[in-house]
């Protein structure tokens, strides 16, 4: 973190601890981020709902060796500053009669408030991320190479955040420039007389090293130091970024393991006398329930998660006292045990600002030492039922100003609705043609045909005007609205019989109840039965590809979204493919296709509906 920031951040904490003093007798009996009830659940302050864990232990009640300071933290922001539509923008909350209910939660409006409120009567409190705070971001971020998301974070007084995978998007020089400020080199700057100022809080990437020199491209970790108390933080991304970034993202960088590098630091901070280090961690796991406020500690210690998380918790040195994580957009508070069989809380607040995490970290003087039998954690509601932060508000309104005319660039023409009704979906078909077009140069990828998933066209292209472009007119704002996720494209190596696999995935496991019909390029055709069940639906030998049967022995080359390549909504097969390349987003690929397929004069109409036959 450069001096003048630091200095900044420092005197706001100042005037903060000023504040909270002048009114710690009134609030000396407020909550803890978690009561210790029985059943290791409670209720959160601000936004009314929480979940509360305490490692099985009472709450250690502070004396004058110790010290509770506040640990506010959240992660994989991904630039949503407005108040994220659809399942994106809920939480589900297990109710006392183990039924659910979904919570309208997220927007920076109200993550602020939220985050304001949480900090009231704390003076020792540090707000942490766990990465992805940008990438893959709205429209109203996105189109600022996310500047609008930096300058939020600085005005909710974020003190510091690992990089996340996506903010290797633009690569390592971008980032750079979101840390330390400057206008866009090609965009350049977006308001007249304003310069970009960047990060005031540090970006860390203690396992990103220069090919050329060996460093981490960014500082590794940072002390955060109030009072004589000292935290430190490392902030590492997984090890597997550069399978899920553009090879232009990660062009002369290494990306290291986690473990080592932590372990590494951590005993670099405990050399200069910092004992107390949380670790920012852009890896995440998967919860046993998608219930953010679920015991994840039932039956045992962190036995309520799996996946990628458990290793590395199990890993990380003992001189680690606690861990913000990330990237798999999920909600969890654990204790997981170190190498030395001690409770640690590992924690993640979902994704798009709809949790926060408040975790005390009761920190002892004489040690200069976490007590870990005093840590209490809890995740909380970012609920839209709270007063908006009036300077959020302001700020999504200035930059959606700027917006205006770049969201109402044509980007091409149509002569009806194309929507996405049937299983074969008019607009899944113009997609899958879009990226087929986009990926098939041998220098790009050289594939031969294109998947697309349902769940990712999230609302139609309609003929009618949505604002003074004219009827047919197709902005770049409505194009984005149907592909908002800013998905990298991929394309892998197949084999047919593994491509026979991912049709019967579409309608079998964890499909069947509800198929999930992929969206094919136009030289490709099936026919599905559905009056057969699971996998038999597929009528194998009715599989052509240009018109020719598919050989379950060749290599096919298809090209599809990250998220499918990755294996996501059920198509595990998908995720084996080989040889990955990594190309421009799917939104570009579908831009440039409206524009080389489509004029005022010759629209794009909706496509015939016949790749896919449907038996009933």
Not at 478 to 486: I, M, R, S, Y
């Amino acid at each position: 973190m450069s001096a003048t920031p630091q200095k900044n951040r420092a005197a706001r904490r100042m005037l903060t601890a000023v504040a909270g003093l002048a009114t710690v007798g009134a609030l000396i009996a407020a909550a803890p981020a978690a009561q210790a009830h029985g059943n290791g659940h409670g209720h959160g302050h601000g936004s009314g709902h929480g979940s509360g864990h305490n490692s099985g232990h009472g709450h250690h009640q502070p004396s004058p060796r110790t010290v509770d300071v506040q640990m506010l933290s959240f992660n994989d922001l991904h630039g949503n500053l407005e108040p994220p539509a659809g399942s994106s923008g809920s939480v589900t909350e297990i109710q006392p009669d183990g039924t659910t209910k979904a919570i309208p939660a997220g927007g920076v409006e109200y993550l602020a408030s939220s985050l304001r409120t949480a900090r009231k009567g704390h003076p020792y409190s540090i707000t942490a991320a766990g990465g992805d705070m940008v990438g893959a971001s709205p429209l109203l971020s996105g189109l600022f190479h996310d500047e609008p998301t930096i300058e939020a974070l600085n005005k909710i007084d974020l003190d510091v955040t690992s990089v996340g995978n996506h903010e290797f998007d633009e690569g390592a020089t971008e980032l750079a420039r979101l840390q330390n400020g400057g206008c866009h080199p090609t965009a350049g700057c977006y308001e007249k007389g304003k310069k970009f100022p960047g990060a005031d809080f540090p970006y860390l990437a203690a396992n990103v090293t220069s090919e050329k020199t060996g460093k981490p491209i960014l500082k590794p970790y940072t002390v955060w130091k109030k009072n004589g108390v000292k935290i430190g933080f490392i902030g590492v991304t997984l090890e597997g970024t550069p399978n899920i970034v553009t090879a232009e993202g990660v062009k002369g960088l290494k990306f290291h393991d986690e473990i080592e590098t932590v372990n590494k630091y951590a005993k670099e901070l405990d050399k200069q006398g910092v004992k107390s280090i949380v670790a920012l961690i852009h890896e995440g796991g998967q919860p046993a329930s998608t219930s953010y406020n679920y015991d994840c500690d039932s039956p045992g210690s962190g036995d309520g998660i799996s996946g990628p998380i458990g290793d590395i918790a199990k890993g990380i040195s003992p001189k680690v006292d606690a861990l913000v994580t990330g990237h798999t957009h999920q909600a969890y508070v654990c204790t997981i045990p170190d190498p030395a069989g001690k409770p640690r809380m590992v924690t993640s607040a979902s994704s798009f600002g709809r949790l926060y995490t408040d975790t005390t970290l009761t920190y002892d003087r004489r040690t200069n030492d976490i007590v870990r039998t005093g840590v209490a954690s809890a995740n909380h509601v970012v609920t839209r039922d709270q007063p908006k932060a009036k300077d959020m508000t302001d700020l999504i309104a200035r930059w959606n100003t700027i917006a205006a005319p770049i969201a109402n660039t044509p980007q091409g023409f149509i002569s009806a609705d194309i929507g996405r009704s049937g299983p074969e979906m008019p607009l899944g078909d113009v997609i899958a043609d879009a990226q087929l077009a986009g990926m098939s140069a041998p220098d790009k990828g050289g594939a031969q045909f294109a998947f697309m998933n349902p769940g990712g066209i999230r609302t139609d292209l309609v003929y009618a005007a949505s604002g003074s472009e004219g009827d047919g007119v197709v902005t770049y704002g409505e194009a984005f609205a149907v592909q908002p996720f800013t998905n990298m494209m991929t394309a892998i190596d197949l084999t047919g019989a593994q491509v026979v696999t991912a049709l019967q995935q579409q309608v079998s496991g964890a499909n069947e109840a509800s198929p999930k019909i992929l969206q094919v390029s136009k030289n490709f055709t099936y026919t599905l039965d559905m009056t057969k069940a699971g996998a038999a639906r597929v009528v194998t030998d009715s599989i052509r590809l240009n018109g020719e049967p598919l050989d379950p022995a060749a290599t096919y080359r298809v090209a599809m979204n990250e998220f499918l390549s990755g294996g996501g909504d059920g198509f595990a097969v998908l995720g084996q493919g080989a040889n990955k390349l990594v190309g421009a987003s799917d939104l570009d690929m579908f831009n440039n296709y409206l524009a080389a397929n489509s004029t005022a004069a010759a629209p794009l109409a909706p496509p015939a509906t016949d790749r896919i036959t449907v038996v009933k």
